[in-house]
């Protein structure tokens, strides 16, 4: 219960960070396919056995969070890569 609570406390406070606080950079809605990634990956690692079985043995949802949680981080990459400051122009 601890673990679940801290995993989806972090969740709400980004959450809520990228809905009410304002930011001087462009990109921020990059956050959320990001954010989106974490959240299936939480899914698949609670549900790592049954994934297996459906997908006949081939992957679990061990690796399924993995993957998702490498996607995640390429969302932020690419967020850090093409952010600016904004300006009237690009807000």
């Known amino acids: ?3 679940l609570i801290a995993q989806g406390g972090a969740v709400l406070w980004i ?3 990228l809905a009410l606080l304002p930011t001087p950079w462009t990109q921020r809605g990059m956050l959320w396919p990001a954010l989106g990634c974490y959240a299936v990956a939480f899914v698949s690692e609670k549900l790592d ?3 297996f079985r459906w997908s006949g043995g081939i992957v679990s949802g061990h690796t399924v969070k993995h993957l998702l949680a490498a996607a995640a981080f390429y969302f932020i990459l690419r967020m850090l890569q093409r952010q600016q400051p904004k300006t009237d122009q690009n807000r």
């Open 1 to 3: 219960m601890p673990y």
């Open 15 to 17: 959450v809520l960070a």
């Open 49 to 51: 056995l049954d994934i």
